[in-house]
Each structure stands twice: as C-alpha cells, then as structure tokens.
C-alpha cells in the first residue's frame, strides 16, 4: 500500500484502501468489470480516449456542478480495473465527500450512456453485493445469512403494513427488493396501490391476510 500511495502521488481514500489492505484485489463474475487490480497493478486513467474535450464542449451556462465534475473526471481519475469488457471503473479525486471518499464511476464503453457514479468505492461494491444476491435469488439452494436476514425484511414489513405504518414497510420492502427476494415486488405493487387510492376503500391482500385501505387507515 505504501508502494502504491508513494507511486501514485496521493493517500487513497479509506474505503479502498480497506479493500487493497483486505483483499488487494478482486474478480468479479457478474458484471462487465471482471477483475479489480491489485494496489501494484492500479494507475491514473489518463483519459487514453479523449473523453473530456467532448464532455466540456456539452457545458452550458447552466451545467450543474456534477456535470463540470464529470467532464474533468477522465483527465484525473485512477482506474481501478486490470480486465473488463470495454469497461471502465474509475475513481475520481476531484469528487469527493465531507469523508475524503472518492467518487467512483463505471463506464461502459460499448453503451452509449453516461458513467454510472457511486458515491464512494464502499458504494460501488456494496451494489454488485446485492447485484450477486439478486441474480441467485431465485436458486432454492442459494441460501446464507443475508438471504435469510432479507425474508426476515420481509415479514416483518406485512406486520408493519398491517399495523398501518406503511413507510416503515417500503423502507424494509425496497432493501430487500434490492436482494431480490421473493415477496418483496409484491407487496411494493400493493402499496402503491394503496398510494394512489386516496379517497377510496379497497380490499387487498397482503400475504395471507386480506384487509381493507382506506387513505390513512388498515383495517384486518
């Protein structure tokens, strides 16, 4: 690490440095950055693709400050990847946050589309955890702690729904729809049909119980 920091001309941000001091690199089989580099293997971007004439030609007088980041991103950032396909993952110095994290933006080369930012490395690695779950979601066999702590999400949000404290139940549904996990689209549907049945009564199930909404009340 200290090889590293001394190379690059800067201390890296802590929730990076916390993965190179804990894993020092990392393949990932999911999405189209395969393998993260280990801390002798990283180095600046370099914008190798003229990236950021074009992105500055796009400022107008009224770009946003996260646009005027984005367009000096490619000249400043430190590229994280050692295997991709025609993708990116690049952490920006110039972005950061009242922590010191750095930004961090995937771009796909192939795509068209504007890099996807996540606010810190954590950020970033904490989605391809949930992206993993996801895609396993519907395996019977793909069971461990975090699938089971989900389904737990779960039931406890119809307790909450039924108890009427409805935002109680989307903070735990939207979680453990992140996962992936099964029920949870569901009763989201339900609750937003109850969100836009103001001023109407309706008879709707949630799992195995079937109450009656009114605007602000649940009724078993």
């Given at each position: 690490m200290a090889d590293a920091?001394?190379?690059?001309?800067?201390?890296?941000?802590?929730?990076?440095r916390a993965f190179l001091l804990t894993s020092n690199g990392w393949r990932l089989r999911d999405d189209s950055i395969h393998q993260l580099g280990a801390a002798h293997e990283i180095d600046w971007f370099g914008d190798p693709f003229g990236m950021t004439p074009?992105?500055?030609?796009?400022?107008g007088e009224r770009a946003t400050e996260q646009e005027v980041l984005l367009a000096g991103m490619w000249e400043r950032a430190l590229q994280?990847?050692?295997?991709?396909?025609?993708?990116?993952?690049?952490l920006d110095p110039g972005d950061t946050d009242d922590d010191g994290e750095w930004a961090l933006?995937?771009?796909?080369?192939?795509?068209?589309?504007?890099?996807t930012r996540y606010p810190s490395f954590r950020a970033y690695m904490q989605r391809r955890y949930e992206s993993f779950h996801a895609e396993r979601a519907q395996l019977p066999e793909f069971v461990n702690d975090t699938t089971r702590a989900r389904?737990?999400?779960?039931a406890r949000a119809r307790e909450e729904a039924l108890s009427g404290r409805w935002e109680?139940?989307?903070?735990?549904?939207?979680?453990?729809?992140?996962y992936g996990r099964p029920g949870a689209w569901g009763m989201l549907g339900q609750l937003d049909v109850l969100a836009q049945g103001?001023?109407?009564?309706?008879?709707?199930?949630v799992g195995s119980s079937r109450i009656r909404a009114a605007p602000t009340i649940w009724c078993p």
């Amino acid at each position: 690490m200290a090889d590293a920091e001394r190379r690059l001309g800067t201390r890296l941000p802590s929730s990076y440095r916390a993965f190179l001091l804990t894993s020092n690199g990392w393949r990932l089989r999911d999405d189209s950055i395969h393998q993260l580099g280990a801390a002798h293997e990283i180095d600046w971007f370099g914008d190798p693709f003229g990236m950021t004439p074009m992105y500055r030609e796009s400022l107008g007088e009224r770009a946003t400050e996260q646009e005027v980041l984005l367009a000096g991103m490619w000249e400043r950032a430190l590229q994280l990847e050692t295997d991709s396909d025609m993708s990116y993952a690049l952490l920006d110095p110039g972005d950061t946050d009242d922590d010191g994290e750095w930004a961090l933006y995937v771009y796909h080369g192939w795509s068209g589309e504007y890099p996807t930012r996540y606010p810190s490395f954590r950020a970033y690695m904490q989605r391809r955890y949930e992206s993993f779950h996801a895609e396993r979601a519907q395996l019977p066999e793909f069971v461990n702690d975090t699938t089971r702590a989900r389904d737990a999400d779960v039931a406890r949000a119809r307790e909450e729904a039924l108890s009427g404290r409805w935002e109680a139940a989307r903070e735990l549904l939207d979680l453990a729809r992140l996962y992936g996990r099964p029920g949870a689209w569901g009763m989201l549907g339900q609750l937003d049909v109850l969100a836009q049945g103001a001023g109407t009564v309706a008879l709707i199930s949630v799992g195995s119980s079937r109450i009656r909404a009114a605007p602000t009340i649940w009724c078993p």
